[in-house]
């Protein structure tokens, strides 16, 4: 379970940092972001929609361990290689299994499981405060 502590640590530490961000000059501006997931047998591919800045906060938070890559402007998680995806980073980073604990997170279409990790559904107009809610609830319910 110390490894379940570090990924903790890492989302609350996020979390404060984003909670504080207040009409970020990128509101509004989405990408699509795309999760690999092998569940059971299957292997899933999932289009995720999320805010853009999001991500590119995981540069300023934790700058020892994100950059922005020099091939996409992406960023990265440099333990994982320039050749990575920012998704891919995000789910080792913070120790998620399975596309559904994305989901969860970062997606602003509805594809929160509110019953199941609490939080609440994130939206278009969802900024620092909601998502940085989201991160706790997802912490809190997920020991």
């Known amino acids: 379970m110390k490894t379940n502590k570090i990924y903790n640590e890492r989302l609350l530490r996020f979390a404060d940092h984003i909670k504080k961000i207040k009409n970020h000059p990128e509101h509004g501006i989405l990408r699509t972001v795309y999760v690999h997931a092998i569940e059971g047998k299957f292997r899933i591919h999932v289009e995720v929609k999320t805010q853009y800045w999001f991500f590119d906060e995981l540069v300023a938070c934790f700058p020892k361990l994100w950059s922005f890559s020099e091939i996409t402007g992406d960023p990265i998680f440099y333990r994982l ?11 080792s980073f913070f120790g998620l299994k399975g ?4 989901l969860h997170l ?13 939080g609440q559904i994130l939206t278009e107009d969802s900024e620092g405060e909601q998502l940085a809610n989201q991160i706790e609830e997802f912490v809190k319910n997920n020991h």
């Open 99 to 102: 596309y559904e604990a994305f």
């Open 81 to 91: 290689g320039k050749e990575t995806n920012t998704s891919d980073g995000v789910c």
């Open 106 to 118: 970062w997606d602003i279409e509805g594809y929160q499981k509110t019953e199941k990790w609490g």
